[in-house]
């Protein structure tokens, strides 16, 4: 994909283009700047045909709020978080919508806010494209940076993840994406051929000492397993499961909208906690999509990239019924990221 090569290349320049000067006066194509949900310094992209939109806030950690097809987003929104920020808010508050993070075991630590909901730095380089960056994170000596291109064509949405360590002494660390969308819809994950698990995938089980994840005999009534493709209900009582995928993919599908998150696996290398590669958890409000990199040692001044593309594909039917996700994940397309070490 042409799309994907060019974001890649583009992509070199990201820490060099991160400068504290803001956006232009006058914005690239395809970039618009407005109030979005109570947030005034929201930025968008568009294609060209007016069909998808993203929308990104720099004020709330350079967080994506919105990626919609049609008018339809495929991201939770927080009614009760709309305007809020963390200088208002200094305890915190939670946000739908997609944001990266170093992890996953940092997720939610209070002395690192500022990384997660506070402001960070935002230009609009190019056309249809917008890159932010994170302060520089006290915790892990690593500052975070993020790419953002919409495919003007295809409304096709690549996401460039880098962490530089940007203090003096070495780091051993992970990216953690983690994506909220609305309940109710499935899950679409392809299990793998060799796997840590037994099943291929795990499920969160509760124990006296606090949890584990079984992935020798997986069930639950939320989860049906056709073949090599697992499908699993966003609804009813809480639930969390976990794979160590190397399809290069994972989609969540509700309604007529099928969202489809590609990324690269790296094969033989260590992935922290559970081993997994991808992670997915639910409740009666929210599914959460989770996709994790590998370790990585990080010189001082050394970067690391986790590449991901997002699509959104409409369907004809609504997806009610485990059979009907099992007919969706036909209309997966391949990843792009084989050649990345994924299959």
């Not at 698990?197 to 989860?223: I, K, M, V, Y």
Request: some cysteine; hydrophobic content about 45%; aromatic content about 10%.
């Amino acid at each position: 994909m042409s799309f994907l090569r060019g974001l890649a290349l583009r992509a070199l320049a990201l820490w060099l283009a991160l400068v504290p000067a803001g956006l232009r006066a006058a914005l690239p194509a395809g970039v618009n700047q407005g109030e979005f949900l109570g947030w005034t310094n929201a930025l968008s992209l568009r294609d060209d045909h007016g069909k998808c939109v993203v929308v990104i806030v720099p004020e709330i950690g350079g967080r994506v709020l919105s990626y919609s097809r049609g008018g339809r987003n495929a991201l939770l929104e927080n009614p009760g978080s709309q305007g809020k920020t963390l200088a208002q808010f200094p305890e915190g508050f939670w946000v739908g919508g997609y944001q990266c993070d170093f992890g996953p075991n940092l997720l939610g630590r209070p002395e690192r806010r500022t990384a997660w909901l506070g402001p960070h730095e935002v230009v609009a380089p190019r056309d249809q494209t917008i890159e932010t960056a994170s302060p520089a994170d006290f915790v892990t000596g690593l500052r975070l940076l993020k790419s953002f291109t919409l495919d003007p064509d295809t409304g096709a949405l690549g996401v460039v993840q880098r962490m530089v360590n940007v203090a003096s002494s070495p780091a051993r660390q992970n990216l953690h994406d983690r994506t909220l969308c609305p309940a109710g819809g499935f899950l679409l994950l392809w299990l793998p051929k060799q796997s840590r698990h037994r099943a291929g995938w795990s499920l969160l089980r509760a124990t006296e000492s606090g949890s584990r994840f079984d992935g020798a005999q997986p069930s639950s009534p939320n989860a049906a397993v056709f073949g090599d493709l697992l499908v699993v209900q966003a609804a009813g009582a809480p639930g969390k499961l976990g794979s160590d995928t190397d399809a290069g993919w994972v989609a969540y599908v509700r309604g007529r909208l099928l969202f489809v998150k590609h990324f690269p696996v790296w094969r033989g290398a260590a992935y922290a906690g559970a081993g997994h590669t991808v992670e997915f958890s639910w409740n009666d409000q929210m599914a959460a999509l989770e996709l994790f990199s590998p370790l990585t040692a990080l010189a001082p001044g050394q970067a690391f990239d986790f590449p991901e593309l997002w699509q959104l594909i409409e369907l004809k039917e609504e997806v009610t019924t485990f059979e009907d996700a099992r007919a969706a994940a036909k209309k997966v397309p391949a990843s792009p990221f084989t050649s990345a070490g994924s299959r």
